[in-house]
């Protein structure tokens, strides 16, 4: 029986590469070349399935130069690389691989938190500088964390992995704000406790960014939220680019309107806005929120098991757009 054919279009770790030649004819990019999406169109022809990283944009146009594309897999949580409605309309699932990597990013952020608070990465570069000489008072003074109110917009599991965070291991005060509120059994796990989204941005020390990215939460932190904010306050953002102006934000660091910033994720990236290098009170990562070597194995594994399932006709844990599974799914 002929097995189908998928293209791994990044380089992954080759025991996800080996599982999945048992299982598809696999071509990979184990190089990790920068394809074109000219590219990446005619490597996938041909193709039912596709391993993606979250970078690749499947759009209409993509879907209609490969019309034997049937399922697209991403290795990470976020998914808004899918243009979901061109896909289910050509009846291609999408999925993502949710759960494996919430404690990890969870770390990160509160890494990020700690660093921009306390000028960690401002005191590394005056020391490497030479600059420092003799101890003061007030050299690099920063901002507790311990005792402080943690923000956090967007409570899904990555939230409540950093509010469980503060809450039981830096006795902070978390209010956060979401969609939907959670459970109050979810609230009393976690701490934490339901503010609007204008009282989040006066009330928290440390906002901490972790919603999803759609047209809705395009630069949901803009100008105006920024003035909302407390002088002292730091801002984290660990979910996506785009959920942030980094131009207004750049401007608001500059006029120290804020504190500080810790970012993972930018507009346009791997594209940095020059405003955000200009500055020396951000912390700047480039999107490594999810990158220990479990975690990263994990999650190409659960981008496998999503096209396995598939394939074998029990359909796929991760669907971003289940609705196509009942015509698809033997």
Known sequence: MTKPSILVCRAVDPKVIERLEQHFDVRSNQADEAWSREKLIAALQGRQGLFATGGERIDADLLKACPQLRICANMSVGFNNFDVEAMTAQGVVGTNAPGVLTETTADFGFALLLAAARRVSEGERYLRAGQWK??????????????????????GRIGQALARRGHLGFGMKVIYH?????????ENETGARYVSKDELLRNAD???????YSNASHHAIGASELALMKSSATLINIARGGIVDDAALAQALRAKRIAA?????????????????????VVLAPHIGSATG?????????????LIDFFHGDGPPNPVNPEVLNGLVA
């Open 134 to 155: 003799r101890w003061q008072y007030n050299m690099l003074v920063g901002h507790d964390v311990h005792g402080s109110t943690l923000g956090i917009l967007g409570m």
């Open 178 to 186: 979401n969609r939907s509120r959670l459970e109050a059994s979810v």
């Open 206 to 212: 440390h906002l901490v960014l972790v919603l999803p």
């Open 261 to 281: 910033a810790g970012l993972d994720v930018y507009e346009g990236e791997p594209a940095v806005h020059p405003g955000l290098l200009a500055v020396p009170n």
């Open 294 to 306: 479990p975690t990263r194995l994990a999650m190409a594994n659960l981008a496998a098991n999503n």
